[in-house]
């Protein structure tokens, strides 16, 4: 239980790479506030409705609840915390409910998305100028802004106990072009410059700023589009090479318990060579190396 006595914060951890980060701090020990719009009672905000539609799916899996009780039952204690994180005020009342009910913040891993909300598989491969500028609303007013939100809300109590470490999940690949979508490869690049520039402010106060680049991850949402689970997806030839989002949430919890973290302060890490680094795998016991983009022939 290396993060036994850790408070930690995953925003969008209702699915996904959030799910995944958020559990493995639980099977660490910590304390875990679960974020996101997707709750029991409410469900997916409408906002993925042109999603969904394109998918062919009927719903949203996952709620920022059933993240909670993963993280509990992981060994840790989840709290499941509503919050838009385009909103400042919501942003802003989730971080003084971490330091009014513990004083404290140890983990804040931004994953708030909202890219996928006019994601549609018809243009993922389309030339620029051919999609939609609701991408970048998507991307960026929903995307890397909730990352910076989340940044300047948390920083004070950060600055002021002099510790802590800020994850950003991002795309990074050597700096290759994301082929296929600009505005993708754009934002993910935003979100890389953000946590270098926090970190050079925040390297001062002892507080650390990094982004983890993991690979192809097999969320909930890829599963769905090959018809498969995570219990059948070696039986699906084309997902040999992903890794579970658990992967990238045992590359932070040994972040986390790193006393030098410090020395990594504004850089991108892949989390194939974080798991090489520090001896982690992913659950099925492979070390998944980074992943990359297809060269060109």
Not at 50 to 72: C, K, N, Q, S, W
Not at 234 to 240: F, G, I, T
Request: charged share 20%.
């Amino acid at each position: 239980m290396k993060l036994a006595d850790r408070i930690a914060v995953v925003t969008g951890a209702s699915r996904g790479a959030g799910r995944g980060v958020a559990v493995e701090l639980g099977a660490a020990g910590a304390t875990v506030y679960v974020t996101g719009r997707s709750t029991r009672g409410t469900g997916a905000p409408p906002a993925y409705g042109r999603f969904l539609e394109h998918a062919g799916m009927a719903a949203m899996p996952g709620t920022i609840d059933d993240t909670a009780d993963a993280v509990t039952a992981a060994g840790g204690r989840g709290i499941a915390v509503p919050c838009d994180h385009s909103d400042p005020e919501q942003v802003g009342a989730l971080f003084a409910r971490v330091e009014r009910e513990h004083g404290r913040l140890d983990v804040l891993v931004n994953n708030a998305w909202g890219g996928h909300e006019s994601f549609t598989v018809d243009t993922l491969s389309t030339p620029f100028w051919e999609q939609p500028l609701s991408h970048w609303d998507a991307m960026f007013d929903r995307g890397v802004r909730n990352h910076l939100l989340a940044c300047r809300a948390a920083a004070p109590l950060l600055v002021r106990q002099r510790r802590g470490l800020i994850a950003a999940t991002t795309f990074w690949d050597r700096g290759r072009y994301l082929q296929g979508n600009l505005y993708y490869d754009v934002a993910k690049a935003a979100l890389n410059r953000i946590a270098f520039g926090v970190a050079e402010e925040l390297r001062p106060h002892g507080v650390t700023s990094l982004a983890l680049s993991p690979g192809w991850m097999r969320t909930e949402l890829i599963l769905a589009a090959f018809k498969t689970d995570e219990d059948h997806w070696r039986d699906v030839p084309p997902l040999a090479r992903t890794e579970s989002p658990r992967y990238l949430g045992r590359a932070v919890v040994a972040l986390a318990a790193d006393p030098a973290i410090l020395a990594k302060s504004g850089g991108v890490y892949a989390v194939g060579d974080l798991a090489v680094e520090y001896g982690f795998t992913d659950i099925d016991g492979r070390v998944v190396p980074p992943f990359e983009m297809p060269s060109e022939s």
